[in-house]
């Protein structure tokens, strides 16, 4: 089992930045691919970057891609997003995820599918002022 606590949210203005925190307890996080996804009122939830479980290989949607960076610490168990130049369409609710599968324990490129993650935050709320 694995639970993932996020914090860092907040309210922020346009230009602004945060850096979300997602603190995972479990001794097999390592194995893990994590990815951050956020859902904004009406609309489905969707990814935003992943990591790998080695840390080696990331992802970004396009539309955060050159703002956003996520990184991990896999002694510590925690994963980070750090979200710069941010954009009153960055608002939503921001949830981090764990990828336990056989697939994302072996895979290079961690995948950016929600289905495929099977471990969720509780969500943290990030809201951007124009």
């Known amino acids: 089992q694995v639970q993932l606590v996020e914090s860092g949210g907040g309210t922020v203005e346009a230009g602004g930045s945060l850096r979300l925190h997602c603190a995972a307890s479990?001794?097999?996080?390592?194995?893990?691919?994590m990815a951050w996804f956020r859902q904004a009122p009406g609309k489905v939830r969707e990814i935003v970057s992943a990591?790998?479980?080695?840390?080696?290989?990331?992802y970004y949607a396009d539309s955060v891609k050159g703002r956003f960076t996520m990184s991990r610490d896999n002694v510590k168990n925690t994963v980070d997003l750090q979200m710069n130049s941010l954009k009153p369409e960055d608002t939503a609710v921001y949830y981090c995820?764990?990828?336990?599968?056989?697939?994302?324990?072996?895979?290079?490129?961690?995948?950016?599918?929600?289905?495929?993650?099977?471990?969720w935050g509780q969500g943290t709320q990030v809201t951007v002022s124009s």
């Open positions: 479990g001794r097999t996080f390592s194995s893990h691919a």
């Open positions: 995820a764990a990828c336990s599968t056989r697939y994302c324990r072996s895979t290079y490129y961690p995948t950016k599918y929600s289905y495929e993650y099977d471990y």
């Open positions: 990591i790998s479980w080695s840390g080696d290989s990331t």
